[in-house]
């Protein structure tokens, strides 16, 4: 079984050691694509690689729809989401008046395809594969309900949360869907835990790996790479750690486009290690590769060694206003100024705002008691004085010492920004 720590690079480069010598699996992944990680991570004088992957190539788009917010169930009304693609993100000054926990009505939504509908009395939850000491078992949703229920407050963010000031602040573009800082929600989950479901599905010593996936549509891109199902696998060691497979958000059940029946629900990870729509998991004796932690979810580019960084695992730390872009904010009025805060790795002790561009910084009033993984409501009082364009600046901290850098290095995909954002406002007349 894979012992934490070790740091996720070496954890990568052992993975990959295994795969050349025939001891892991790809499934979904381009040869060419693992060989390219190999090489550049200097591990090629391992090949021959024994095992064959399969990626298929299909004509026509399954997921890249044409129509805006297509394939999501939910109401998207303007005021409170912006839709990109198969996609809508919360508008973030639609949280004002929302308390801490994110209703279903303004959790953002992320959808490589579109949402399925799932018949929750006829659904089962298959564990196979040779991690498991004997063999694949199902469950139904009352078997999952008939163990012991966790409830837990975390946040679901997705990885390129925020990835538009990479072009907008920092002048270098990235690939993937242009959010702003509205891929992310706080819900209150309760489910089933993974680790109790593993070990009643017989889970071995020998299991290194489990990957999830959902029932939802094959991905297919645009140029026609068909990808398959969403999946992507996490260690065992986070499986058995604090993962949910959660039938409930917020005391209902899971709505529709949040993975109804039940989803994975992988704290404080990258959003696409909460797998929506499970339909089964394979628990693997050899490490395994999907998609999601080759091609996406690591980080490429100039500042990173070619064969990219180990797959994402925890978020970061941002904070943003409750505000919209552009707001006009009447002079010589006081104002207060509202926002959240949240980081992966700690709990939030500080949140400074800057009303002057960044000149002078001062503190924010916390209002939540904060845990890691969820975040943290804060405000501030402000009298803008001359009318005109301002930048309005906040600054979070955690309880690790880290602190919002200014700039964010660049990776292709634009994941994990964490820089401060400059929200644009007008102090009006
Ligand atoms: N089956 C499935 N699971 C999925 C996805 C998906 O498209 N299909 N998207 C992932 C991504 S990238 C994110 S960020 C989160 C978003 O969860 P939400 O739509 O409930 O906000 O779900 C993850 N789980
Ligand atoms: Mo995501």
């Avoid at 989950?189 to 549509?217: C, F, I, K, T, Y």
Wanted: aromatic share 8%; net charge positive; charged share 20%.
């Amino acid at each position: 079984m894979t012992r934490f720590p070790e740091s996720e690079a070496a954890y990568d480069r052992r993975r990959l050691h295994q795969w050349a010598g025939g001891r892991a699996r790809a499934d979904g992944v381009a040869r060419r694509d693992l060989l390219r990680l190999l090489a550049a991570a200097g591990l090629a004088s391992t090949a021959p690689v024994a095992l064959s992957t399969n990626t298929a190539t299909a004509a026509g788009t399954a997921g890249a729809s044409g129509v805006a917010g297509e394939g999501i169930v939910k109401p998207l009304p303007p005021e409170r989401f912006i839709v990109h693609g198969t996609n809508a993100e919360t508008r973030f000054e639609a949280l004002a008046d929302t308390g801490h926990l994110t209703p279903a009505s303004h959790f953002f939504v992320r959808n490589h395809t579109t949402t399925p509908r799932i018949d929750a009395a006829t659904w089962r939850l298959s564990i196979w594969g040779d991690g498991l000491a004997g063999g694949a078992r199902q469950f139904s949703l009352a078997d999952l309900r008939s163990l012991p229920s966790v409830t837990r407050t975390a946040f679901v963010e997705c990885a390129g949360n925020a990835r538009n000031f990479f072009k907008t602040q920092q002048n270098q573009p990235a690939s993937g869907t242009p959010w702003t800082t509205g891929a992310i929600g706080t819900a209150r989950w309760r489910g089933a835990r993974l680790s109790d479901v593993l070990r009643r599905a017989g889970l071995s010593h020998r299991a290194v790996d489990v990957m999830p996936r959902g029932l939802d549509d094959e991905y297919v891109t645009s140029n026609g790479t068909n990808y398959g199902r969403v999946r992507r696998p996490m260690p065992v060691s986070k499986a058995l750690d604090d993962v949910l497979l959660a039938y409930e958000m917020n005391g209902e059940p899971l709505p529709l486009d949040h993975g109804y029946p039940v989803r994975v629900l992988a704290p404080s990870w990258v959003g696409i290690s909460s797998i929506k729509w499970l339909g089964d998991i394979e628990v693997s004796s050899v490490p395994l590769y999907s998609p999601w932690n080759t091609d996406f979810y690591r980080l490429y580019g100039d500042a990173y060694p070619p064969e990219g960084s180990a797959p994402l695992t925890r978020q970061t730390l941002k904070s943003a206003f409750e505000l919209p872009w552009n707001a006009t904010l009447p002079a010589h009025t006081r104002h207060r100024l509202t926002g959240r805060a949240w980081s992966a790795s700690g709990a939030i002790t500080r949140v400074e705002v800057s009303t002057d561009g960044g000149a002078s910084w001062r503190r924010a009033h916390l209002h939540d008691s904060s845990h890691p993984g969820s975040w943290t409501r804060w405000s501030t009082p402000w009298t803008p004085g001359k009318p005109g364009p301002v930048e309005l600046l906040s600054r979070a901290t955690d309880s690790t010492g880290r602190t919002q850098p200014e700039t964010t290095v660049h990776n292709t995909q634009g994941y994990l920004f964490d820089a401060v954002v400059r929200h644009a406002v007008t102090v009006g007349a």
